[in-house]
Nanobody, 116 residues
Framework: VQLQASGGGLVQAGGSLRLSCAAS????????MAWFRQAPGKDRELVAR????????LYADSVKGRFTISRDNAKNTVYLQMNSLKPEDTAVYYC??????????WGQGTQVTVSS
């Protein structure tokens, strides 16, 4: 599976962005999908994860109520809608394909910068 993330950019605090991650291959629907982020000097952290069917999601406490993960298996794409952005959301965001606890495939990352 090859993953291509897009949609990052510079936004003011309180604004919104939608990240997209397009997957190649015909096995997209066999993977859970997730978004991680990594801020400078910090460890990579899980932001959100969605099940293969899209029926189950989980979020980091820091983004609950502000971010929404979704997927379109017909388009082989996973999304991250980010609302009410804060400067602390500034990071490189990565999409990944997961099976169980193994995150097998990673996209190249897209930069999100939130100005105060």
């Amino acid at each position: 599976v090859q993953l291509q993330a897009s949609g990052g950019g510079l936004v003011q605090a309180g604004g919104s962005l939608r990240l997209s991650c397009a997957a190649s291959g015909r096995t997209f629907s066999s993977y859970d999908m997730a978004w991680f982020r990594q801020a400078p000097g910090k460890d990579r952290e899980l932001v959100a994860r969605i099940s293969r069917s899209g029926g189950s999601t989980l979020y980091a406490d820091s983004v609950k109520g502000r971010f929404t993960i979704s997927r379109d298996n017909a388009k082989n794409t996973v999304y991250l809608q980010m609302n009410s952005l804060k400067p602390e959301d500034t990071a490189v965001y990565y999409c990944t394909a997961a099976r169980g606890f193994a995150y097998d495939y990673w996209g190249q990352g897209t930069q999100v910068t939130v100005s105060s």
